[in-house]
C-alpha cells in the first residue's frame, strides 16, 4: 500500500462530510497497519515473522481474515495470476530494484519454495501456513479492498454519494445529484468515462517502480510462474461494474475495488489468451490495454475483438 487516498463527497453539508471523510481515513490508515508489508510492525509483517523458520497455525484479526478470504477467492478466479503469498519473490524484487541488477537464479528458486497461496489454509480467523518462509504479500489488492471498506464507513455516515481515488484505484458509490456517475479520466491514454455507482476502476503497468537491467525492462509485476517482473507489459486497465447477474462465489468475499485491483495484476502478468480466458465468464468487467500505440478495450461481450479509442472516446464521455 503506501499510497496517496482522496476521497470526494457529494450532496452533504461540510461538518458532515468533514466527519466522514475523517472516519474514512481511519479505517483506511487501521487496513495499512493490518495489510501493508511495507510496515515492519503491520500484522502481516508479525505473520511472517511467527511462521519464518517452521509452519504453523497462528489467530489473525478479524480485517486479516476477511481480506484474506477475499484474496484467496481471487486467487482462484485468476488460477493463480494473482497470488497474495508472493511475500518472498516480492522481497527480492525490491533488493534488486535497490541494487539495479536483477537475482540470482538459485535466489530466485529459494524464493519460489517460500511463495504459493496452495501454502495457505484459513478457517474462520485460523490460518495455516504449511510451508516455511511463506509470506503474505496485500500489494496488488489491499488498495482496492481499503477502498470498499472506506466507502462502507462513507456510507454509515450517511454520505453514499462518493468517490475514492486510494493511488490510482477508484471505487464509486452513489452517483452526484443529477448525474449518472462519476466522470473519470483513465490511464494515460486519458480516456474519459462515466463510473457507474457502486464501480471500480484499478491500473497496472510498468510505468513506475519498474527495473531495468541488463537491457531489459522489467515491471514490479511477478509472474508467479517464472519469478521475474514481467517483461513489456502495457499500462492494463480494469472496471468493475456489479449487477444482477453477477452474484457467483465473488459476491460478500469481494467488493468492486478488490476484484478490480487483483484482476489488474492477473491480466497484466498474463498473455493475450489468458486474458482472454480471464474475461470470459467476467461480463462486469471491461478492460483498457494501452501498448503505446493505441487503445484496446476488451470485454466480454466484445469477445476478442478491438477498437482503437481515441483519446476521449465519446461512447464513454458524458
Not at 28 to 43: F, K, Y
Not at 125 to 144: C, E, H, Q, Y
Not at 225 to 239: F, K, Q
Amino acid at each position: 500500500m503506501g499510497s496517496r487516498a482522496r476521497i470526494v463527497i457529494a450532496g452533504v453539508d461540510h461538518a458532515t462530510a468533514r466527519a466522514a471523510a475523517r472516519a474514512a481515513f481511519d479505517r483506511i490508515a487501521c487496513l495499512e497497519r493490518t495489510l501493508s508489508d511495507w510496515m515492519i510492525d503491520s500484522e502481516v509483517a508479525r505473520v511472517a515473522q511467527a511462521v519464518a523458520d517452521e509452519p504453523g497455525a497462528i489467530e489473525v484479526s478479524e480485517d486479516l481474515a476477511r481480506a484474506l478470504s477475499c484474496a484467496l477467492v481471487m486467487w482462484q478466479v485468476t488460477d493463480g495470476r494473482f497470488d497474495p503469498a508472493l511475500g518472498a519473490l516480492t522481497t527480492l524484487w525490491r533488493r534488486a530494484k535497490r541494487e539495479g541488477s536483477l537475482p540470482s537464479e538459485a535466489e530466485i528458486a529459494l524464493a519460489r519454495r517460500a511463495t504459493g497461496a496452495d501454502a495457505l489454509r484459513l478457517e474462520g480467523r485460523t490460518l495455516m501456513i504449511n510451508r516455511p518462509g511463506v509470506s503474505l504479500d496485500f500489494g496488488a489488492i489491499g488498495k482496492g479492498w481499503a477502498a470498499d471498506e472506506a466507502l462502507m464507513v462513507l456510507r454509515a455516515h450517511g454520505c453514499g454519494a462518493a468517490l475514492i481515488d486510494f493511488g490510482g484505484d477508484l471505487v464509486s458509490g452513489d452517483a452526484p445529484l443529477g448525474e449518472s456517475g462519476w466522470r473519470v479520466r483513465i490511464g494515460t491514454a486519458g480516456d474519459v468515462i462515466r463510473l457507474p455507482p457502486g464501480s471500480a476502476v484499478a491500473t497496472s503497468g510498468d510505468a513506475e517502480r519498474s527495473l531495468d537491467a541488463d537491457g531489459t525492462r522489467r515491471s514490479h509485476l511477478i509472474a508467479p510462474d517464472v519469478g521475474l517482473g514481467v517483461i513489456g507489459i502495457p499500462e492494463i486497465t480494469v472496471m468493475v461494474v456489479p449487477h444482477d447477474g453477477t452474484a457467483d462465489h465473488l459476491s460478500g468475499a469481494c467488493g468492486p475495488g478488490a476484484i478490480a485491483d487483483a484482476l489488474a495484476t492477473a491480466l497484466g502478468t498474463s498473455d493475450q489468451a489468458a486474458r482472454e480466458r480471464l474475461l470470459r465468464h467476467r461480463p462486469e468487467v471491461t478492460v483498457w490495454i494501452n501498448d503505446g500505440l493505441g487503445t484496446t478495450r476488451l470485454s466480454p461481450s466484445l469477445g476478442a475483438a478491438v477498437d482503437r479509442a481515441p483519446r476521449s472516446d465519446p461512447a464513454l464521455a458524458p
